[in-house]
């Protein structure tokens, strides 16, 4: 069995200070883990992964997270937001075996104050 | 390279009207998900192709909703007879194999659903 908690439903930041989402998940197996960022009315669109390569992984648009095994936690970071980046984020588990199923989390809203 | 089709965007419909909704994959992509997502959560898998094989339908509702891939390319989910609360957005994604679990997987706008 697999799971996912997105931490905060919602996180308000200022434009130009950093950026955390946090996700732990829970799995059996050892993992595959996802950040995608949904804009509205837009299909769901890949930030990173981590495929037990680099425990640090960096993504596109300045997003990067790191895969820590002993806290089961894989939070996503931006050193400066900026006001494009106001989306919907999820965390997403996969399971590396014949099934590879994703279990997606509940997502957190990114707002971007000016 | 062109995205993932769906169609159509939104939909409203009466209560037990049937409705279908349509998905063009990513050119060569042999892998095509279904997902329901409602207001305030994540998408959660309904159905999962690899070509025309439903490989993983465990959570589809088989009472009222059915899928079909028939070629391996392009898929219809549909709903029959629709209730209100399948009021939700139907998203439709598609890979490429690249290991169990590591697949990135491409989705669609998805289609909006209002059952009245």
């Known amino acids: 069995a697999q799971s996912v908690t997105q931490l905060d439903s919602h996180v308000s930041v200022s434009e130009g200070t950093p950026v955390l989402l946090r996700c732990n998940y829970s799995s059996s197996y050892s993992p595959s883990l996802f950040w995608y960022v949904q804009h509205p009315n837009k299909g769901l669109q890949l930030l990173l992964k981590?495929?037990?390569?680099?425990?640090l992984v960096k993504g596109i648009n300045g997003f990067e997270a790191e895969f820590k095994k002993s806290e089961t936690s894989f939070h996503l970071t931006k050193p400066s937001a900026h006001m494009s980046d106001a989306a919907e984020y999820f965390c997403?588990?996969?399971?590396?075996?014949?099934?590879?199923?994703?279990?997606f989390g509940d997502g957190t809203t990114l707002t971007v104050k000016p | 390279e062109a995205g993932v089709v769906q169609s159509p965007r939104y939909k409203i419909i009466e209560k037990k009207q049937p409705v279908a909704f349509w998905c063009n994959p990513i050119s060569g992509h042999n892998t095509l998900y279904w997902y329901l997502q409602n207001l305030g959560q994540g998408p959660e898998l309904l159905i999962r192709?690899?070509?025309?094989?439903?490989?993983?339908d465990s959570q589809l509702p088989k009472d009222r909703f059915s899928a079909e891939r028939l070629k391996g390319v392009d898929s219809t989910l549909k709903i029959q007879p629709a209730e209100l609360g399948d009021s939700a957005v139907y998203l439709c994604a598609s890979s490429s194999p690249g290991g169990y679990g590591t697949d990135t997987q491409y989705f669609g706008p998805g289609t909006r659903l209002t059952v009245l």
């Open positions: 192709y690899e070509n025309e094989e439903a490989v993983d």
């Open positions: 981590y495929t037990s390569a680099a425990t």
């Open positions: 997403v588990v996969s399971d590396n075996t014949n099934a590879g199923k994703s279990t």
